[in-house]
């Protein structure tokens, strides 16, 4: 079966920096996706990732690595707005999006 | 710009009720989705259209209907609601061409439907 695996909660300072996982199994790959989702709102899209290496956005950085079914999303100088869920999904060889369970990132001060 | 919008935001409603949830895009992107999102879970796939005119069943497609007949309209149907179709249910969009191609998701906000 395709399983997207990241952590359920994270916890984390202001003005620090902290990078949340994603693993996944799937049947073939068209690219990785990071979203970011405020409690009660709609997820907004961050990053999308379809070669290895990193990808720089401002404070927000995103990695994949193909071979190793891995990615990560990087958060620099972390802002109590900062505080959301962080949903990774994958494209797979019907191009059809996997979606992890998302990741609860709490900031504290 | 609106974006996407759905309608209605929050709805209770009895087991055994017909509910349509309404989307309406002014993108003119070709392609739109509709997700559940349950605890725990991540978003799972109810039905989705690349075209005006065409629809798909995604993961989750029992009990539920839509249909597409113009570019911006995408409403989702539910036939007699029962209490497992309780969730938050999101109406998304993308400018894609071919099926599932698809670069950046627009979400609308959302619609909570609490069935009893």
């Known amino acids: 079966g395709q399983n997207i695996d990241q952590p359920t909660e994270m916890t984390a300072t202001e003005g620090a920096i902290v990078q949340i996982n994603c693993t996944y199994q799937?049947?073939?790959?068209?690219?990785l996706f990071w979203y970011q989702q405020h409690a009660g709102e709609a997820p907004t899209f961050l990053s999308y990732?379809?070669l290895d290496g990193l990808e720089e956005k401002g404070r927000f950085s995103s990695f994949l690595s193909r071979s190793k079914g891995y990615s990560y999303l990087l958060l620099k100088e972390l802002q109590m707005k900062d505080s959301a869920s962080y949903l990774c999904?994958?494209?797979?060889?019907?191009?059809?999006?996997?979606w992890g369970a998302g990741t609860k990132l709490i900031i504290k001060p | 710009i609106a974006g996407i919008t759905q309608a209605p935001t929050s709805q209770i409603l009895a087991a055994g009720r017909r509910m349509t949830l309404r989307c309406t895009q002014d993108?003119?992107?070709?392609?739109m989705y509709w997700y559940r999102q349950d605890l725990g879970l991540g978003l799972r796939l109810i039905h989705y259209?690349?075209?005006?005119?065409?629809?798909g069943k995604g993961e989750v497609p029992d009990g539920y209907s839509v249909s597409r007949a113009n570019t911006d309209d995408f409403p989702l149907t539910l036939a007699s609601a029962v209490p497992s179709q309780t969730s938050v249910y999101f109406c998304?969009?993308?400018?894609?061409?071919?099926?599932?191609?698809?670069?950046?998701?627009?979400f609308g906000e959302g619609s909570r439907l609490t069935v009893l």
């Open positions: 998304a969009s993308s400018d894609s061409s071919t099926e599932f191609t698809t670069g950046e998701l627009f």
């Open positions: 993108m003119r992107h070709n392609a």
């Open positions: 259209s690349n075209t005006a005119g065409t629809t």
């Open positions: 799937t049947s073939g790959f068209n690219g």
């Open positions: 990732n379809v």
């Open positions: 999904a994958v494209m797979d060889s019907n191009y059809q999006l996997i």
